[in-house]
């Protein structure tokens, strides 16, 4: 059984940086196209960020600059590092597979709030 357990969210002032982790079980990360995915409160969940098996990353506009995804692949972890954070950058942040037919249970997330 799958299992994505994401962590490192937290309060922090815009304009500071912090780092999220995914922890993959029962999957390895390496071998998948994985994501970064956000659910603002009223909000639908987006794709933040992915990265190919081959290692390829794509982000969405409106982080595109600020935000690296990366894979540890000896601790079969995803990570996010988010940089120069806005207050529109709150939400839980989640991740899961890049591709829909091939998404996971969803973790718990991790929730990132920036205050102004």
């Known amino acids: 059984q799958v299992q994505l357990v994401e962590s490192g969210g937290g309060l922090v002032q815009a304009g500071g940086s912090l780092r999220l982790s995914c922890a993959a079980s029962?999957?390895?990360?390496?071998?998948?196209?994985m994501a970064w995915y956000r659910q603002a409160p009223g909000k639908q969940r987006e794709l933040v960020a992915s990265?190919?098996?081959?290692?390829?990353?794509t982000y969405t506009g409106s982080v595109k600059g600020r935000f690296t995804i990366s894979r540890g692949n000896a601790k079969n972890t995803l990570y996010l590092q988010m940089n120069s954070l806005k207050p529109e950058d709150t939400a839980a942040y989640y991740c899961?597979?890049?591709?829909?037919?091939?998404?996971?249970?969803w973790g718990q997330g991790t929730l990132v709030t920036v205050s102004s």
């Open positions: 029962g999957t390895i990360i390496s071998r998948n196209a």
């Open positions: 990265i190919s098996v081959g290692g390829i990353t």
């Open positions: 899961n597979k890049a591709t829909i037919s091939d998404l996971e249970v």
